[in-house]
């Protein structure tokens, strides 16, 4: 059987996909991710070594468990993109420094879609100023 | 396993960009740049990319079918052939091959198309033509009679040498990329570029002067720049007099239209007419380049013309840098009008009511009583249906259901034929609407040659076997020609034999041998074998008798349908880069749809505003002839009072206009006057 | 070495997406996003000499091979934490992470072979030249191109 230490629980998609006898579920909503691990009997030991926390062992007698987390909501558009323990482990793993883009934005707690967004603004914005007055002039549309 | 690289045409549009298919085991598993290829250094856009989608699709017809109640019945390819030939030559007998027309494919090979006008021709029938008719055969009228050819002047490459790309109508970013690397080439050597389109298209982003004109204006806009380079002693004197023709009436028909009325119709500051055309004139050698902004107008002859003149009397022609630049749509559309898939001339261009022409191939073809043209051309076979004039259609690798204008009216037509077969690779809208489908091997499952805009002729290579029963056109036209008593003039082993014929017939192709047609094909004319093929038209002397070249007067007219209190927006039609044409391949390609799902409509913001309408929602467009649903997308990228949508999903054609040019018989694809109302 | 963009260049067709589709099998890494009506832009991956997606891998996945940022699929777990710690969003999660690999083994990535005009290089002292030409032409029209 698997024992999870729910405090430890990043919530990614590790144990999930490892598993070769499909005893880890994944249920991802909208807003919300259930991981739950099932009845287990034990042919591997997989999910331990892959688990990125460390928070999975292999115990002869345990219950089926399940946690759900809340995906965070993206702080440009509100889609929701990952779970919090997982972002919390990206910002720890990096100088804070780093943490913000060179416009102060925390780029961590932006998904991915709108990271792609602000870099190709960065990257076209004088672009996109010179063709449109060269372009459009200051006529009346 | 062995894998091999076959060399292929791109099946989508006339750029005729070359890549190898890589096969194992009689199957298509990957592409591979062919980056020698003189037009595209190897380059392949979106759709080329995405062309062996088509082959695989489970939508690819593979055997012969006869319409069964409300469905289809299999048929064998003996039955099928019985059945087409028995219904034609019973119509042919009852009321002259005149009640049958023939629509011939751009994207069949030329051979293919040979055989197609030759068997409508050798039936007795004059009304074979092909979708030129939809897109440029105002430039095959227009071109032709004012410099003796229609086609590109000069290779794509060139437009690198040119010093002043003037791009009207015509949105090449999106429909024929590959150009986009040779203008920016000219570009980096300090070339000018003038855009005019009544959308900021992605073409436009390469603008230095860009003339946002109304739909439908274009011969003001032309006539325009022309009185500012005769009005400013920009013309070059020395080749109006050596080259052209009627210089002194055309200057005088320019009176009209000084820059500031020129502007008035056009909708654009008289001051950018003025620089436009001086930039045009002045630089030492200016190309035009343009496409169905131009063509699919009820004025699209006198808009080619127009473009003409302008090229005329600056000299920018006949030379590296300076040409005239019709681009094509369909890989083999050059192809398909080279070879006479048109109803007013026989191969080579050869008008098809001279009786010179119907004695040269009377002869060749063994066969006496050749029709005289002019035939009906593929907009006025649909006239000729509802007229009862026109009781069969034979359809090869066309989509009128779809492409013409005017939907509801075609498909009226399509379904009140007595006798209709189509041969295509998917099931169509029209094929749906077929008493017999025959199942057709896809581009890269036969070989053959295709003409691309450039008139380059390139031969590809079979890659892979065609699924189920499927078979390649031209297996199929011999086969049926067999069964209507033509056996003998429908012998041909194989490709290259039909191709032979067409060396000793068509002169431009006489050279253009199947032994010469290694990797860069050869670009015509080639009029031996020893020729090395002509990039550059018109060098030393128009095709016509004294070699010059005419300047033919051209005058303003409004776009035969205008917008009124009823119909207060004026709907103007194009294509985006991920889709093609009537969208039959490329809305059967997964990764190209996953980019462009479904029909919108581009409305202006504040117009929009007025609507009630935001960006996202469900709308109703509504002309006089149809209506149809759209998802709403607002954009600066056109002006109040104009809106856009692509034609590639079934719907915006039944919204446009059949007003149709008189010379070119081209339907006006760009103007309509429609309304939109927010679907709740 | 990333591969640059000339954005002087790019018309917005969206070869080097479908393209970069094929040749990874129906998981391409390369987004083009619009600018308005006025630019587009491919985004992709940057090979980021301090590879943050490297960072957070936790099983040596994805790693640096000299300017190359790296991916060993046979090592990914599918965790996800990679997607979140790119700063530009140019690594995919779908059951395994992906992210451009500039086509390796290959010489030359498919983008740069398939653009159609001809923006995309690997080549920095050319792209680098062509950015900064343009940026002083900017300047002396005045902002205007």
Excluded at chain 2, 277 to 284: H, K
Excluded at chain 3, 87 to 97: E, M, R
């Amino acid at each position: 059987m698997i024992k999870v230490d729910p405090a430890l629980c990043i919530g990614c998609l590790a144990c999930s996909n490892v598993c070769p006898s499909k005893n880890i579920v994944r249920d991802d909503t909208i807003e919300k991710r259930t991981i739950s691990w099932k009845k287990c009997g034990e042919e591997c030991d997989l999910c331990v070594e892959f688990c990125p926390a460390r928070v999975l062992t292999l115990v002869a007698e345990s219950e089926e468990t399940a946690i759900a987390f809340e995906l965070v909501a993206c702080r440009i558009c509100g889609t929701r993109y990952a779970t919090e323990p997982m972002l919390r482990r990206i910002e720890a793993s990096l100088p804070e420094a780093l943490q913000k883009d060179s416009s102060g934005l925390a780029w961590i707690w932006v998904c991915p879609v709108c990271r792609r967004n602000i870099e190709a603004e960065r990257a076209t914005r004088e672009m996109v100023l010179g063709r449109s007055r060269s372009v459009m002039g200051d006529r009346d549309r | 396993m062995s894998k091999s690289l076959v060399p292929s045409v791109c099946p989508y549009c006339a750029a005729g960009c070359g890549f190898y298919i890589t096969v194992e085991k009689d199957k298509a598993t990957g592409i591979e740049y062919m980056l020698d290829h003189p037009a595209s250094e190897g380059a392949l856009c979106s759709k080329g990319n995405a062309a062996l989608e088509i082959i695989y699709s489970e939508d690819r017809l593979r055997h012969p079918l006869v319409r069964k109640g409300e469905g289809w019945a299999k048929l064998s390819w003996e039955e099928a052939l019985d059945l087409v030939a028995r219904r034609l030559s019973r119509i042919i007998e009852q009321s002259g091959p005149e009640s049958v027309g023939f629509l011939s494919s751009s994207k069949c090979t030329n051979e293919e198309n040979y055989l197609v006008q030759k068997l409508a021709r050798c039936l007795g029938s004059p009304n074979v033509d092909n979708c030129a008719r939809l897109c440029h055969a105002p430039t095959v009228v227009g071109l032709n009679m004012t410099v003796g050819a229609a086609a590109m002047t000069n290779p794509i490459p060139d437009l690198a040498n040119s010093r002043c790309i003037f791009i009207i109508g015509s949105n090449l970013a999106e429909n024929h990329p590959i150009l986009s690397r040779w203008i920016h080439r000219a570009k980096d050597s300090g070339a000018v570029v003038i855009v005019a389109d009544p959308r900021l298209t992605h073409t436009a982003w390469l603008a230095d002067i860009f003339l946002q004109i109304k739909p439908g204006t274009d011969v003001a806009l032309l006539n325009g720049m022309a009185h500012v380079v005769v009005n400013e002693g920009l013309t070059n004197g020395e080749f109006i007099s050596k080259r052209t023709r009627g210089y002194s009436d055309f200057a005088e028909s320019l009176r009209d239209y000084a820059p500031q009325k020129a502007s008035e119709i056009a909708g654009i500051p008289a001051g950018d007419i003025v620089r436009a055309a001086r930039a045009y004139a002045i630089s030492p050698a200016s190309s035009i380049v343009y496409s169905m902004g131009i063509t699919q107008h009820s004025t699209g002859t006198s808009n080619v013309v127009a473009i003409s003149n302008l090229a005329l009397i600056t000299g920018h022609i006949g030379r590296p840098g300076a040409g005239i630049f019709p681009l094509r749509g369909q890989n083999n559309v050059q192809g398909a009008c080279d070879m006479g898939a048109l109803a007013e001339f026989y191969p080579g261009y050869r008008r098809a009511e001279d009786p010179e022409t119907l004695e040269l191939f009377s002869l060749a073809w063994g066969t006496a009583g050749l029709p005289a043209g002019p035939g009906l051309t593929s907009t006025e076979m649909m006239d000729g249906i509802l007229e009862g004039k026109v009781r069969a259609l034979y359809i090869v690798g066309e989509d009128p259901a779809n492409s013409d204008s005017h939907s509801n009216r075609i498909r009226d037509a399509l379904e009140s034929l007595e006798f209709l077969a189509v041969q295509d690779i998917f099931p169509t809208a029209t094929a749906q609407l077929a008493d017999v489908v025959l199942p057709a091997a896809a581009w890269a499952e036969k070989e053959g040659t295709f003409t691309s805009t450039e008139r380059r002729v390139q031969w590809t290579e079979r890659a892979v076997s065609p699924p189920g029963e499927a078979r390649s056109d031209q297996e199929i036209i011999c086969s049926l020609a067999a069964k209507l008593g033509l056996g003998l003039q429908f012998k041909y082993p194989d490709a290259a034999s039909v191709l032979f014929e067409i060396n000793r017939l068509v002169p431009a192709y006489a050279g253009i041998t199947r032994e010469r047609l290694g990797s860069c094909g050869l670009v015509w004319p080639c009029p031996s074998s020893e020729h090395p093929g002509t990039p550059i038209l018109h060098a030393q002397g128009f095709k016509f008798e004294d070699g010059r070249g005419y300047l033919v007067p051209v005058k303003y007219q409004p776009a035969a349908e205008e917008v009124s209190r009823e119909y207060p927006l004026l709907l103007t039609t194009g294509r985006v880069a991920v889709h093609h044409n009537a969208g039959s391949m490329t809305r059967r390609s997964p990764s190209l749809m996953e980019r462009e799902p479904e029909l919108f409509i581009e409305i202006n913001p504040a117009d929009a505003v007025e609507l009630k309408v935001a960006n996202g929602d469900e709308v109703t467009v509504e002309s006089a002839r149809g209506r149809t649903a759209a998802k709403a997308r607002l954009t600066e990228r056109v002006k109040r009072g104009v809106v856009f949508m692509p034609f590639h999903f079934p719907g915006t054609n039944l919204l446009t206009t059949d007003a149709r040019d008189p010379h070119a018989k081209i339907p006006q694809f760009n103007v309509a006057a429609c309304r939109i109302a927010r679907r709740d | 070495m990333p591969v640059y963009v000339d954005i002087s260049r790019c018309i917005g067709c969206r070869s080097c997406e479908v393209a970069c589709q094929r040749v990874h099998e129906g998981r391409g890494h390369v987004n083009v996003h619009y600018a308005g009506d006025h630019a587009a832009v491919p985004v992709f991956c940057h090979h980021c000499q301090e590879a943050m997606c490297a960072k957070a891998c936790y099983t040596s996945a994805l790693y640096k091979d000299g300017e190359r940022t790296a991916f060993a699929v046979d090592k990914c777990t599918g965790c996800g934490l990679c997607r979140l710690a790119c700063p530009f969003g140019v690594v995919w999660t779908d059951k395994l992470a992906h992210k451009c690999d500039l086509c390796s083994p290959r010489e030359t990535p498919t983008c740069i072979l398939t653009c159609p005009a001809n923006a995309l290089t690997t080549d920095y002292e050319s792209a680098s030249r062509r950015a900064r030409a343009r940026a002083a032409m900017m300047v002396a029209h005045g902002g205007r191109r």
